[in-house]
């Protein structure tokens, strides 16, 4: 028998609670597929399952990588590190287009507010930017692509959302990651991450007390990832922070896209990614 939507969604809260990512990410891609407008609710549980399901892959593809560097001098070893690591660069490939499809034929295409348009094509970014830490042949591509979203988001929400807007304080910090990690161009990513910062403090007093919690939290990372790129003390194994939604702040979000039947959260926390040289 098929599930409802209501069905899926509690399945989805049920695996999250259980830790059991893959299963969430399931049942919202499911949901995803009936092909109506996600709910806040909706769209921060497929966001929360798919970024904890590739972040695993990420992970283990960052440890295998630096293993694979570091058993140059015996063959045999560095083949099976080698083989590992192309094996877990498939799954996360194979997640990673399975959410760009979702967000090209039913996310994207069905996104009626500018909040919620914004958060899917800075999704869009995101995955393609994944992709690219992995890719080889077809990496310039892949780049751009997640440039083209992250600056389509930008404009977007630089038209039609405040400056102290979580969700697009969440965008500033990603694209600037993007410049720094991906294009290694940290002039751009500083200046990308000083505008949203200056911007959102010269609008400080207009935030309200619902969002202040997590744009506060945004901005604070926006700070310390200009801290760690203008420092002249960098080592290479130093980390940037990156928005990701793991865990829930429980706060109400200022502008409700739909009708929802529970005060919606966004999920944020900090996520740790390899600075590279």
């Not at 877990?88 to 039913?106: A, G």
């Not at 994944?130 to 077809?138: F, I, K, N, R, W």
């Not at 910090?173 to 990690?181: A, H, R």
């Not at 990832?225 to 979000?253: A, G, K």
């Amino acid at each position: 028998m098929t599930e409802t939507v209501e069905e899926l969604v509690q399945r989805a809260k049920l695996a999250e609670q259980a830790e059991r990512y893959d299963d969430m990410a399931a049942a919202m891609k499911k949901v995803t597929e009936q092909g109506q407008e996600l709910s806040n609710e909706e769209r921060n549980l497929l966001s929360v399952a798919y970024k904890n399901v590739v972040g695993a892959r990420r992970s283990s593809w960052r440890v295998i990588s630096s293993i694979e560097q570091k058993t140059e001098g015996s063959e045999k070893k560095q083949q099976l590190a080698k083989e590992y690591r192309i094996k877990v660069e498939q799954e996360l490939n194979d997640i990673c287009q399975d959410v760009l499809k979702l967000l090209d034929d039913f996310l994207i295409v069905k996104a009626g507010a500018a909040e919620s348009k914004v958060f899917y094509l800075k999704m869009k970014g995101d995955y393609y930017r994944y992709l690219a830490e992995v890719a080889s042949d077809d990496r310039a591509a892949v780049v751009q692509k997640s440039q083209n979203a992250y600056q389509e988001a930008l404009d977007i929400a630089k038209d039609k959302m405040q400056p102290t807007h979580p969700i697009r304080l969440g965008l500033a910090l990603n694209f600037s990651v993007f410049f720094y990690e991906i294009l290694n161009t940290p002039e751009h990513a500083c200046q990308l991450a000083k505008q949203a910062f200056d911007d959102a403090i010269a609008e400080l007093d207009t935030l309200n007390e619902d969002s202040y919690k997590d744009s506060t939290l945004i901005m604070q990372l926006l700070r310390d990832n200009l801290t760690l790129w203008t420092s002249d003390r960098l080592e290479t194994n130093m980390l940037s922070h990156e928005f990701c939604p793991r865990i829930s702040f429980n706060f109400q979000l200022s502008t409700n896209i739909s009708d929802l039947s529970y005060s919606p959260v966004l999920h944020s926390t900090l996520c740790n990614v390899n600075r590279k040289k």
